[in-house]
């Protein structure tokens, strides 16, 4: 099993400033990584696939990147809306494993 | 709009059983693998099982398999899991969501909780 590690567990931003969250897999998984939003009583939101590919309706602030085994969600400049948990989850091998999250909160 | 929607969650004592259904719209269902994913209370993702869009192929988690049948039901937009045996640790929100890789859209989530 791929074990998918999110640092930090929380990251304190202001409005306006710029986020970077970290995903690392245990082993590479081709890129075949994803991102997702999840606020308090609601379902997870596909943010990004196949690393870096935004999804449909999701604005230009978000950003994903890297490949291997280390990947990064940014959010350029953070709205209230941004604030969340974020999980990353891989999906190159059996079982489909996430990442613990990240959970953006109000500096 | 393309949407998925979960039923069938309940409270259930150990060692009992209970069926999850979810009923897709706005796409052809039958084109795309279908995902359940669990979430216990105040834990994060975990993926449970998978179906091929024919339903000749099906991925379980380790946990569940033995105890979990996924299924579905193409001319009803349907897709389905079956849980027996079911244990304390079970508990939890139960999402449907469209894919295989990247899962979008995801249901609003069903709660299952397993407690005597």
């Known amino acids: 099993e791929i074990v998918m590690t999110q640092s930090p567990a929380i990251l304190s931003v202001s409005p306006g400033e710029r986020a970077s969250l970290s995903c690392r897999a245990s082993q590479t998984v081709n890129n075949k990584l994803a991102w997702y939003q999840q606020k308090p009583g609601q379902a997870p939101r596909l943010l990004i696939y196949g690393a870096s590919n935004r999804a449909t309706g999701i604005p230009a602030r978000f950003s994903g990147s890297g490949s291997g085994p280390e990947f990064t969600l940014t959010i350029s400049s953070l709205q209230s809306e941004d604030f969340a948990v974020y999980y990353c989850?891989?999906?190159?091998?059996?079982?489909?494993?996430f990442g613990q999250g990240t959970k953006v909160e109000i500096k | 709009e393309v949407q998925v929607v979960e039923s069938g969650g309940g409270l259930v004592q150990p060692g009992g059983s209970l069926r999850l259904s979810c009923v897709g719209s706005?796409?052809?269902?039958?084109?795309?693998?279908m995902s359940w994913v669990r979430q216990a209370p105040g834990k994060g993702l975990e993926w449970v099982a998978n179906?091929?869009?024919?339903?000749?192929?099906?991925n379980y988690l380790d946990s569940v398999r033995g105890r979990f049948i996924i299924s579905r039901d193409n001319g009803k937009d349907s897709l389905y899991v079956e849980m027996s045996s079911l244990r304390v640790e079970d508990t939890a929100v139960y999402y449907c969501?469209?894919?295989?890789?990247?899962?979008?859209?995801w249901g609003q989530g069903t709660l299952v909780t397993v407690s005597s």
């Open positions: 969501a469209r894919g295989t890789g990247w899962l979008d859209p």
């Open positions: 179906i091929k869009e024919d339903g000749s192929e099906k």
């Open positions: 706005g796409f052809t269902f039958s084109g795309y693998w």
């Open positions: 989850q891989q999906y190159n091998n059996w079982p489909r494993t």
